[in-house]
């Protein structure tokens, strides 16, 4: 059963890089989509962007500027790094894997099945 | 593409079937899942597909689509569904959600 790990420096100081690494545990890598979202303390959930194994990636236009996200193959993770931090980037950070459907002809259903934790990132002087 | 979750907040009764809609800016087919997440703990999925069933959810949860407009429906509220819920599209990037629906228990 496949699990998602991640890690990175909780606590940073304004202007900083936020950098966060999900590892993915006991199931294929290279079939999936995997993304960063977001979730800023008692708000909702904010999609990041993803990647797959191939490095085709997908970011939110609202972060573009500030946002990679880059995958290692050899070690089947992927990792997050957002620049110059503000108070604004203070959430919980999660990874999670995206599978799709496609039991319906020409049709490819996506959804967000295997979560990673979540990781606390508070940006504070 | 905005997703606009109503209502932002319910209460209701153990026993009591539960409807909380989703209503999209523009037309996303049927690209859209439904989470459950409860407090400290990261979303988990209960339907994609605006209305599968994602394996070992329980059956009381259904979900469906009525042009831009969604639903997830509870058919009998039980107390461990007392959490959060979003919807989220999948049709376009960047990929969004709701602004969520909190579900109390009475």
């Known amino acids: 059963q496949v699990q998602l790990q991640q890690w990175g420096a909780g606590l940073l100081k304004p202007s900083e890089t936020l950098s966060l690494t999900c590892a993915v545990n006991?199931?294929?890598?290279?079939?999936?989509?995997w993304n960063w979202i977001r979730q800023p303390p008692g708000k909702g959930l904010e999609w990041i962007g993803q990647i797959n194994h191939s490095g085709d990636i997908n970011y939110n236009p609202s972060l573009t500027s500030r946002v990679t996200i880059s995958v290692d193959t050899s070690k089947n993770q992927f990792s997050l790094n957002l620049t110059s931090v503000t108070a604004a980037d203070t959430a919980v950070y999660y990874c999670?894997?995206?599978?799709?459907?496609?039991?319906?002809?020409?049709?490819?259903?996506?959804?967000?099945?295997?979560w990673g934790k979540g990781t606390t990132v508070t940006v504070s002087s | 593409i905005q997703l606009t979750q109503s209502p932002s907040s319910l209460s209701a009764f153990v026993g009591d079937r539960v409807a909380i809609t989703c209503r999209a800016s523009q037309g996303i087919s049927s690209y859209l899942a439904w989470y459950q997440q409860k407090p400290g703990k990261a979303p988990k999925l209960l339907i994609y597909a605006a209305s599968t069933l994602q394996s070992g959810v329980p059956s009381r949860f259904s979900g469906s689509r009525s042009g831009t407009d969604f639903t997830l429906t509870i058919s009998s509220l039980q107390p461990e569904d007392s959490a959060t819920y979003y919807c989220?599209?999948?049709?376009?990037?960047?990929?969004?959600f709701g602004q969520g629906t909190k579900l109390e228990i009475k």
């Open positions: 989220q599209q999948l049709n376009s990037y960047p990929y969004t």
């Open positions: 006991g199931g294929s890598f290279s079939d999936y989509f």
């Open positions: 999670a894997r995206q599978d799709f459907d496609s039991s319906v002809p020409h049709y490819y259903y996506f959804y967000m099945d295997v």
